[in-house]
């Protein structure tokens, strides 16, 4: 592996910037799994791909596109009526955001 191995304290650095609960019983299988991971990246760096044209789309057809279409939508007073708060005629969005008022 080329960097640091990922121990239970990286995984729980990790979580808490991700926001994600972990329980007790998955920190060291995480950690497990995102070690396999990493190697696995580091194998796939040693594959010698001097013949390999670079690839900038792996998409060989073009999308199918629709035609635009001008449709009418939901008034604002149809938008507002199924939410569950409305403050100063808007939605009313909670914090959710440590320390943000």
């Known amino acids: 592996m080329t960097g640091p191995a990922i121990d239970r304290a990286r995984v729980l ?10 329980h007790e019983s998955e920190i060291d299988q995480l950690a497990n799994d995102l070690n396999a ?9 040693e594959v010698d791909l001097s013949q390999v044209p670079p690839t ?5 057809e073009a999308s199918k596109w629709r035609a635009d279409e001008v449709v009418s939508g939901l008034t604002h ?14 939605f009313a969005v909670p ?3 440590e320390g943000a008022s």
């Open 13 to 22: 650095h990790i979580a808490k910037l991700s926001a994600l609960s972990l």
């Open 37 to 45: 991971i990493v190697k696995y990246v580091d194998e796939l760096g």
């Open 56 to 60: 900038t789309q792996v998409q060989f």
């Open 77 to 90: 007073e149809q938008a507002l009526a199924a939410s569950p708060q409305v403050e100063h005629g808007g």
């Open 95 to 97: 914090v959710f955001v």
